[in-house]
């Protein structure tokens, strides 16, 4: 790997301290933040109803189904639903910025 040089250095920092790239960074962590924090509480509300709500996790639902099985099996399906809501996002919102910043950052470099 190549060390920068000092011209996309002083070019990544005018980047770096441009509107889009702060527009950027503040998208991303308004989507990961809070995405990380919910799914956090949601995971340990899942463990700590398995260590102290037994009677109320092993109530079954229907046959051999009861309710911890699906609060686990809704683990899986939040994690797939962040990740396809993390896809849109990026899509609509954070690669429209990258790109754009990408494109400004290889004009300026390759004059």
């Given at each position: 790997m190549e060390p920068i040089s000092a011209e996309e250095h002083a070019a990544y920092q005018r980047i770096r301290a441009s509107d889009e790239f702060v527009e950027l960074r503040r998208s991303y962590r308004g989507f990961v933040i809070p995405m990380t924090v919910a799914f956090m509480a949601w995971y340990f509300l899942y463990v700590f109803?398995?260590?102290?709500?037994?009677?109320?996790?092993?109530?079954?639902?229907?046959g051999n189904i009861n309710v911890a099985l699906i609060f686990?099996?809704?683990?899986?399906?939040?994690?797939?639903?962040?990740?396809?809501?993390?896809?849109?996002?990026?899509?609509?919102?954070?690669?429209?910025?990258?790109?754009?910043?990408?494109?400004?950052?290889?004009?300026?470099?390759?004059k």
């Open positions: 109803m398995c260590m102290w709500a037994g009677d109320f996790m092993g109530q079954k639902v229907f686990g099996l809704l683990q899986f399906v939040s994690t797939f639903a962040i990740a396809l809501l993390y896809s849109r996002h990026s899509d609509d919102v954070l690669d429209p910025l990258s790109d754009k910043l990408k494109h400004e950052f290889d004009t300026e470099f390759n």
